[in-house]
Nanobody, 125 residues
Framework: VQLQASGGGLVQAGGSLRLSCEAS????IGWFRQAPGKEREYVAA????????YYANSVKGRFTISRDNAKNTVYLQMNSLEPEDTAVYYC???????????????????????WGQGTQVTVSS
């Protein structure tokens, strides 16, 4: 599985960004983020079909994960951005579909076998 994340940038608080992750292979995709000096944090996850989506409480209602398998791309639409959302965002993949069945598993970086390079998101106040 190869992953390529893009779409980061600088945005004012309250603004929006859409991240993209080109993902080859039939896989569960998760988005994580890491701010300076902090541990990598789970953001959202999506099943191969796109029919099942999951979110961290901190982004629920503001972020939407989706995928277009015809384009091998997973998206993270981020609205109402806050300075606290500033981080490097990573997409990750696992071929183990059961990862999604457990909230602990899907939110744990170790559950994902493949990682893309990160894309920086900076939200100014």
């Amino acid at each position: 599985v190869q992953l390529q994340a893009s779409g980061g940038g600088l945005v004012q608080a309250g603004g929006s960004l859409r991240l993209s992750c080109e993902a080859s292979g039939r896989s569960v995709i998760g988005w994580f983020r890491q701010a300076p000096g902090k541990e990598r944090e789970y953001v959202a996850a999506i099943s191969w079909s796109g029919g099942n989506t999951y979110y961290a409480n901190s982004v629920k209602g503001r972020f939407t994960i989706s995928r277009d398998n015809a384009k091998n791309t997973v998206y993270l639409q981020m609205n109402s951005l806050e300075p606290e959302d500033t981080a490097v965002y990573y997409c990750a993949a696992t071929l183990t579909t059961s990862t999604l069945l457990s909230s602990r598993a899907r939110s744990t970086p170790r559950s994902y076998d493949y990682w893309g390079q990160g894309t920086q998101v900076t939200v100014s106040s």
